[in-house]
């Protein structure tokens, strides 16, 4: 595996915040050597954690995907702002547009269905080949705020963090280790046995699925012991109000969705299996897609313009030298 080079502060100019998560902060700044714009994923503590997110760089660089987020490095620095002591992070390819699950709640709802599709499609082929690498390699924790979209919403896959080789995943059901994001996550995860397989992100896909074409978040504000319990039971975030014929293909999107959630594994489709779905249904619309992305560009110009986006703004590191 590759090891990735240190990048310190006088390697960056010119931060800014974009974002947050429960890991920590997510910052834009300009690399001086590579002479563009980065992201760099913070986290909130630093307690050993180099080793992590050297893991972590070395996961999303693996697969070389066009549909996987590049990494540039791992940084270490004191980041301008409330930062007093040093931080650990990684340097990201920046995707200008956000994530998945920022499109749907700026835009309220679910894109224009060409770009649905085509999203539906990128994250089949980006999953396809990271499970493709020998040994396969899984995300477990695939979901909208891990798809990220480039200046032309196209996807790329991010956040590996718990992402493991198959060959050295160990039951993980007693600490609840690994297992993702609930809403995302298959019922067999909520079994002491656990042990993630592929058909893991296959259900998370699923879902995922689900959020991109109604434009929702699964389950709404349900208490999370009632999710577990909900989904153990064989209950599926609702299809009520989608309409199978409201579009050309969108039937069959449904249907790979309810293949990929089956309460089995053994039964869920792999995304081998998957991609070519989607690319179909996607094909039916490809046409579609430059209008859909200026549709959608014009919109979230307009509701920046209205009421610009309340991120508070970083303030530029002092000139270092190395």
Wanted: charge should be neutral; aromatic fraction near 8%; include cysteine.
């Amino acid at each position: 595996m590759q090891h990735f080079g240190l990048v310190e502060d006088c390697k960056l100019q010119d931060w800014s915040v974009i974002g947050s998560g429960g890991f920590g902060e997510i910052y834009k700044a300009k690399h001086k050597d590579l002479g563009m714009e980065v992201a760099i994923k913070l986290l909130h503590r630093d307690d050993g954690s180099s080793a992590s997110l050297q893991e972590e760089a070395e996961f999303m660089q693996q697969g070389g995907s066009p549909y996987v987020v590049r990494v540039f490095g791992v940084y270490r620095g004191v980041p301008p702002g409330r930062w007093l002591s040093s931080q650990m992070g990684l340097v990201m390819e920046l995707m200008e547009r956000g994530s998945v699950e920022s499109l749907l709640k700026r835009l309220r709802g679910p894109p224009p269905w060409p770009l649905a599709f085509r999203l539906a499609h990128q994250v089949a082929l980006g999953m396809n080949f990271m499970h493709k690498l020998s040994p396969p390699l899984l995300h477990l924790d695939l979901k909208p705020s891990n798809v990220l979209l480039d200046h032309g919403f196209g996807a790329k896959i991010t956040d590996f963090g718990l992402a493991r080789l198959m060959r050295s995943i160990s039951s993980v059901g007693g600490q609840g280790e690994g297992r993702g994001t609930l809403s995302y996550m298959p019922p067999e995860a909520f079994q002491t046995s656990y042990k993630a397989t592929p058909a893991s992100d296959s259900y998370s896909y699923a879902i995922l699925l689900w959020s991109i074409i109604t434009g929702r978040e699964p389950y709404g504000d349900a208490k999370h012991c009632v999710i577990r319990l909900w989904v153990q039971d064989g209950d599926r975030p609702s299809l009520e109000g989608v309409n199978r014929a409201a579009v050309e293909g969108l039937g069959e999107i449904i249907d790979l969705m309810e293949r990929c959630w089956d309460p089995s594994p053994q039964k869920r489709p792999s995304f081998h299996d998957c991609f070519p779905v989607a690319e179909k249904v996607f094909q039916l619309h490809s046409r579609g897609i430059h209008d859909a992305i200026h549709q959608v560009s014009k919109a979230l110009d307009e509701k920046r313009a209205i009421s610009p986006t309340p991120i508070p703004k970083g303030t530029a590191l002092h000139t270092l030298s190395c």
